[in-house]
């Protein structure tokens, strides 16, 4: 549904994906714009469940605009899993555009996960590993449990050997590239270049490599990139494409 990092696109989204599986769709991440394009693949009635794997702004914004959405054309509240301190940060929110507390409640059953912990939502038994970023993030490996097959997604990470162990052997890696070249103090990184998330996607064996959260304007370098340190089959996540896991 959307792929752009931070900073948006030209006409599209931020980080916003649709899995679906025989036993539901999930909404993976929710960045701005989504909420308007998601209308292009979807319906609020078949959204069975919504996952963010942390609180910036291109992962969680259009929770805003979609609450609006389901309220006006969905049947029922959706549950909605946040990450720890995720509640909170939602109701502060509500405050600080004068809400009441109920803002969210009519749209969404909000339930904390804990990382811990294994979550299980539309046919998915979803495990997860803290990623390297700037604020508490997960990189998050999804099984259908129907098929055994597994979509890895690094949500935003700076290199880790902690994500790749994580995502070994996945069938379908999402993989995050926001930067074409590193300049950042290694101390001070919370994402990858091109030739990075082709390596981690490398070292943990993965079978298909798809790019995202990349800029626009550097698209096709990080692409080239990846394919050279992945030697595999790689892809940008364009909006509107479909990847099937099989
Ligand atoms: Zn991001
Ligand atoms: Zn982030």
Partial sequence: VGSAPAASNPGSASSCY?????????????????????????????????????????????????????????????????????????????????????????????????????????????TMCPARHFIPAWSLRLSNVASGMVLGYTSDTAPSDAVVRHLTGANLLLGEATLQRQTTPESDRGHLTGREVGELAARAGVHRLVITHFPHAEAEAILADARETSGMQCDLAIEGLEFRIE
């Fill in 18 to 126: 649709l899995v679906t599986t025989n036993a539901g769709q999930l909404l993976l991440e929710c960045g701005h714009g989504a909420a308007s394009k998601l209308q292009l693949y979807t319906h609020m009635d078949r959204i069975s469940a919504i996952l963010i794997s942390h609180m910036h702004p291109d992962h969680f914004f259009d929770l805003v605009p979609l609450k609006y959405l389901i309220e006006q054309f969905g049947d029922r509240a959706i549950p909605l899993h946040l990450p720890p301190a995720g509640l909170e940060i939602l109701e502060r929110l509500a405050q600080s555009l004068g809400e009441k507390p109920s803002f969210w409640s009519r749209a969404y059953t909000i339930e904390t996960y804990d990382p811990q912990d294994e979550l299980e939502v539309s046919g998915l038994r979803i």
